[in-house]
Each structure stands twice: as structure tokens, then as C-alpha cells.
């Protein structure tokens, strides 16, 4: 059974991301995988949006295709606004750069640059002078703790600073969507909820907002609204009560 | 992203080192291999750029320099008779033996100069004067031929010793290039060359000449050849007529040709692959730039730019590898190493394309590339 959202959103936000009936399959013929069946999903501005499931249920799917990284084969995806599906790669390639931040299991921070490099190249890819681009690259390693950690390698720094050097990258250029795939999952558990914490205050704003594919649990009391997907399917969507709230 | 670009390059040492060096390599070896190859090319007419004339005369038939067909003594004149020849003059080279005091036979180059102008000389002395070889029995040798005839202790300025039993004295040492068979070369005046060889009813080999200021030197041959139905060439074409004989009626065409062309393709074959394996290696890492808005153009513009960058570099790098091999090992001229700027020229251009190839099909791959690999 199919479960709708129900009536607990953030009072009076539009929607960053309104998907209507998207479907996406892989393979053709006898090797035809549909994995995501008919998805009906909105993300409100102002909130983080935990998408929960078993492995191969088509979350990490719905986050390429909320990031316009792939095609829906049927539905519509609209972003900001944005009928993501009718854009050519192009400009898709281009809004994404602009409005879209993304934060990685495994980080994908570029093993030869400096973290304050790593956390420029959004806007670099924007064209900011490399100057200014590295000046706003380094303010925003001192929000996320790592002011004095700006000139290292990647591998000079621990897997919870590299994630947060990911997390500066992907804020630095201040996108009105965050993507993150199991940013914790590469994390021990104490530096799993510093880095959600850390999401929740820096990245969690009124005008932005979060998706989190997570496996892990402890960290779901984060998160505003919790959607479980199954074999496809948005099963449920349900508001996540927090501590000290109820 | 230029910049990102090159970090990407520069900072994985490691990669970049082996990329640099399968580079290097590749472009050492083509140059090394051809320039030896065009070194030995350059041997084969070594009498022809050793004689340093704008013209030869010779027999109709003639096939190459060191295969002399004599012509008659009358064709002097009849060259100098043709309008544009400012000067001609005849010129010996014939094969002999010489005989050294402690027994010792040599095959020898025999090269008779005009003996008023001692036109065709070789233009640097290492030792005494060249003018010398107008005394009695004087004769000039090469430096090959002080190697060739048991070095500086068996012969040298001063020494005698016999051609066809007639005696023959060393007065000065010239500088030569080396020749492919490299027999020695006894230089002495067109004369006494006459008198050292057997008498045959034709003795002149050649006939050097000149044309007059303003004369085209190409025209004058087809002038000289319609007038006396002689051969006529100049300098530069005997040159290059020489190595065609040498490349179509030797293995050395075929087998060095072989040699630097499994050069060629080895060494392009590791750049274009080192290249591509140092891109497929770096696609998450271009998945990641894709994914955060990276244009497929950018990336391309970045492939490009890593691709020439470690290309020119490897090239540098290379290209200055086999000039010092070749500077180190054939200085003096004593083995065959001429690197020119058309091989050069040549090893770059095919780099360029290997470069571009390689960097097409990573470009290929990179636009083809999901972005989603990321959240893999």
C-alpha cells in the first residue's frame, strides 16, 4: 500500500521539490529493473528531509533524479520551480551548479587540492576569480569548525574533517538545495551526529532545503519528516517528532 | 578550473611521475631511434657533404657517390665550356690499398684534389696544413683513417708508407664526417692520385663545379646535362640520390624503418594509454565535479589541457634525454646521431594527436559518464 503525505509540513513553505508520479527503470527487455514505481514527493524550504529504506529500494535513484543527474523515464520533477525534466543537460548541468550543494558518502573531495581548494571549486565552476573564490572558501571552513585546517591535503585529515571540508564545499555556494547521501555512513557514530549536527545548524536554513539518504538510525531524530521507501515506493511519509517538542 | 585542472595533474605525484615518464620514454625513443637513423642516412652521402661543392659532374648512369663510373678527361673542359660555369674542376675517388711499414694492409678511399685549388678539401685540419699535400708524395688523411689504420702510435703526421708500392707521406690530419663503410680517406692532388692508381683509359671520377654568382644552381645542372650528356647534380641531390640508393639496395631502409616505426607505435601506444588509464583513474573524481555543475565542455577543456600539458612536459623531457644521449655518445662523430628539426618537428606533431586522441576518448567516456557514479 502506497502511503501519501500526510498534513505534518512546515507551516506555509512552498516547495523546493514537487515530483509527481516520476518513474525510473535501468536495463531493457528481460533486464528491465524499475526502480523507482510512481514517486509523488514534495520537499519543503526550511526543512531536512531524511529518505529511509532498505538497500535497493531507489533512494539513491531518487536523489539522482531530485538532482536532475538522471532522466525520469515518466513523471515530473520540479525544482525551485524548475521543470528539472524539460531542461536540456546543459542547463540542467548549470542550475544544478547554482542552486544545488551535494554531500557524499565517501566524500569525493579531489585528493590534490588544499580543503579550501576542495571547498572552491563550486565556485569555481561558477567563475568566481580563484582569489575571492578561495577568500569565501576559507570563511566557510571557519564556520564548519576547520578555520585552522585550511591549507591541508585530504589525506592529512581525519574522515569526520573531510566531511566537513564535503559540507563546506557543498554550502559554499549557497545552494537552496543540499543533497547527502549517507553522509554519515563512512563516520564512527560520535562523529556521525557532529556532522549531522553541524548539517542541522549550518546547513539547515529557512530558504534551503536538506535531503538525507541515510541507513542510519541514529541519526533519524535530525531529520523534520522521515520518508520510507520500499521496492520503489514511497510507503510513508512522517513528521519526525523532536526531543524536548513532543 | 584550469587551475583544478592542473592540481588535479601535478598533485597526485605519483600518477603524474609515471604518466611523465611513459611520456618521456616515448618520445626519447622515437628520437633517439631517428635521429641514429638519420645519422647513419648522413654517412651514407658523408663523401658528398665532406666534398662540399654546389656541383657534380659525372657519368649519365651514376647510381650513388662511392660507386664511381669514370668519364673522359675531356668532360673538364666541356663543362667549363657550358654558360653559367664559373669554374670546374676534375676530382678523383677510387678504391686502394695501403701498405703500412709493419706490414699492415688497409682498403683506402683514394681522393685526388685539383692540385691549384685543392677544390672539395676537407674544411677543417686537425693536424699540420692541408696546403702541405703540394709537396712530393704528400697525402692528407682522415681522422677515420688515423683510427682505422691503428691509431696515433702506428700512424700519423710524418708517417710513410705505400699505395701500389709508391710511397706516400702523411702531412696533415683533416676533420671529416664519418662514412657508412668508414674505410679510410688519403686525400692527396688529382696528379699523383693518377699515379698512385693502376692506368685505366678513363681516370677522372668527377668533375666539380661552380656556377657563376646569380646562377641558379639547379638550372646549370639541366644546362650541363642537355650540353654534354653527362650526370649532373647538385650537392644537396647526389646527397639525396645517395641515400635513396643506400634505403632501396640496403636492408637499412626496411630494417631501421621497422625499428623506428615499432618505435613510434610502442612509444605513442604507452602515451595515449598511460593517458587515458591517468583519466579513468580520476573518473569519480570528474563524476563529482559533473555532479556539482561542471559543464561536459569544462571537463573536456581540463582533459585537454592535462593531456598537452603532461605531452609538452614528456616532450621536453625527452627530446632533452636523447640530446644529451646523442651529444654523450656520438660527440666527435664517432657513432652516427643527427637529430634535425623536422624529426623533431615530426615527434611533436604525433605527440600532439596521440594527445588528442587519447584525450578524445577519455572525453568520450567522461560525456558518457553518469554523474550518479558518485552516490556509488
Redesign the interface.
Known amino acids: 500500500m502506497e502511503l501519501r503525505e500526510q498534513s505534518s509540513l512546515p507551516t506555509g513553505q512552498p516547495a523546493a521539490v514537487r515530483a509527481r508520479g516520476v518513474v525510473k527503470s535501468f536495463g531493457a527487455g528481460e533486464t528491465k529493473v524499475t526502480v523507482l514505481r510512481g514517486i509523488d514527493l514534495d520537499i519543503y524550504l526550511g526543512e531536512m528531509l531524511l529518505l529511509v529504506g532498505e538497500s535497493g529500494g531507489g533512494k539513491t535513484t531518487l536523489l539522482s533524479v531530485i538532482a536532475g543527474i538522471l532522466n525520469v523515464d515518466e513523471g515530473d520533477i520540479d525544482v525551485l520551480g524548475v521543470p528539472l525534466s524539460e531542461l536540456p543537460e546543459r542547463r540542467r548541468t548549470k542550475f544544478r551548479g547554482q542552486t544545488m550543494g551535494f554531500i557524499y558518502q565517501q566524500f569525493n573531495l579531489l585528493p590534490a587540492l588544499t580543503a579550501a581548494e576542495n571547498v572552491a571549486i563550486p565556485l569555481l565552476i561558477q567563475e568566481v576569480p580563484r582569489g575571492e573564490a578561495l577568500g569565501r572558501a576559507r570563511r566557510m571552513l571557519e564556520r564548519v569548525g576547520l578555520g585552522d585546517r585550511t591549507e591541508f591535503l585530504p589525506k592529512s585529515l581525519s574522515g569526520g574533517q573531510q566531511q566537513r571540508v564535503a559540507i563546506a564545499r557543498a554550502l559554499v555556494n549557497e545552494p537552496r538545495l543540499l543533497i547527502c547521501d549517507e553522509p554519515t555512513a563512512a563516520l564512527d557514530g560520535p562523529n556521525g551526529q557532529k556532522i549531522m549536527e553541524l548539517l542541522r545548524e549550518v546547513g539547515r536554513t529557512a530558504d534551503r532545503s536538506v535531503v538525507v539518504v541515510t541507513h542510519d538510525s541514529r541519526i533519524f531524530r535530525y531529520g523534520d519528516r522521515m520518508a520510507r521507501l520500499t521496492d520503489g515506493r514511497i510507503v510513508s511519509i512522517e513528521p519526525i517528532i523532536q526531543e524536548g517538542t513532543a | 578550473?584550469n587551475?583544478?585542472a592542473l592540481?588535479?595533474?601535478?598533485?597526485?605525484r605519483a600518477k603524474y611521475l609515471m604518466l611523465l615518464c611513459g611520456l618521456t620514454f616515448a618520445v626519447m625513443l622515437i628520437v633517439q631511434q631517428g635521429s641514429i637513423f638519420w645519422g647513419l642516412m648522413m654517412w651514407s652521402q658523408s663523401s658528398v657533404s665532406n666534398t662540399n661543392v654546389p656541383i657534380w659532374v659525372t657519368d649519365p648512369g651514376i647510381a650513388q657517390v662511392d660507386e664511381v663510373k669514370p668519364i673522359a678527361d675531356t668532360a673538364v673542359d666541356r663543362v667549363r665550356s657550358v654558360s653559367g660555369v664559373e669554374w670546374a674542376v676534375p676530382h678523383y675517388r677510387g678504391l686502394l690499398r695501403a701498405r703500412l711499414s709493419n706490414g699492415d694492409y688497409h682498403q683506402i678511399t683514394l681522393v685526388g684534389l685539383e692540385s691549384s685549388t685543392l677544390i672539395g678539401r676537407p674544411a677543417e685540419v686537425l693536424e699540420g696544413r692541408f696546403e702541405d699535400i703540394l709537396q712530393p708524395e704528400a697525402v692528407v688523411l682522415d681522422q677515420w683513417a688515423v683510427e682505422r689504420m691503428g691509431g696515433p702510435s702506428v700512424i700519423g703526421i710524418g708517417t710513410i708508407f705505400e699505395l701500389n708500392d709508391k710511397l706516400a707521406r702523411v702531412v696533415a690530419i683533416a676533420k671529416t664526417r664519418k662514412s657508412f663503410t668508414n674505410i679510410p680517406v688519403v686525400y692527396t692532388t688529382y696528379e699523383r692520385a693518377l699515379r698512385y692508381v693502376p692506368r685505366e683509359r678513363r681516370a677522372l671520377s668527377y668533375v666539380l663545379a661552380k656556377p657563376r654568382d646569380g646562377m641558379d644552381a639547379t638550372e646549370l645542372t639541366a644546362r650541363i646535362r642537355e650540353r654534354t650528356g653527362l650526370g649532373a647534380f647538385t650537392g644537396e641531390e647526389f646527397g639525396w640520390k645517395t641515400i635513396g640508393w643506400v634505403l632501396k639496395n640496403t636492408g637499412i631502409g626496411i630494417n631501421f624503418g621497422t625499428t623506428i616505426l615499432l618505435g613510434f607505435i610502442v612509444g605513442m601506444a604507452i602515451a595515449g594509454q598511460t593517458f587515458y588509464l591517468f583519466t579513468v583513474e580520476n573518473l569519480?573524481?570528474f563524476?563529482?565535479?559533473?555532479?556539482?555543475?561542471?559543464?561536459?565542455a569544462?571537463l573536456a577543456r581540463m582533459i585537454l589541457l592535462q593531456a598537452f600539458t603532461v605531452g609538452l612536459t614528456g616532450y621536453g623531457v625527452g627530446v632533452g634525454l636523447a640530446t644529451i644521449f646523442g651529444f654523450i655518445t656520438a660527440s666527435g662523430g664517432g657513432l652516427p646521431f643527427v637529430e634535425t628539426w623536422q624529426l623533431l618537428l615530426l615527434v611533436l606533431v604525433a605527440l600532439l594527436i596521440i594527445c588528442t586522441v587519447s584525450a578524445s576518448i577519455s572525453i568520450v567516456k567522461l560525456a558518457r559518464l553518469?554523474?550518479?557514479i558518485?552516490?556509488?
Open positions: 578550473m587551475y583544478v592540481k588535479m595533474l601535478f598533485g597526485d569519480r573524481q563524476g563529482a565535479l559533473k555532479a556539482m555543475g561542471t559543464s561536459t569544462t553518469e554523474p550518479a558518485v552516490f556509488r
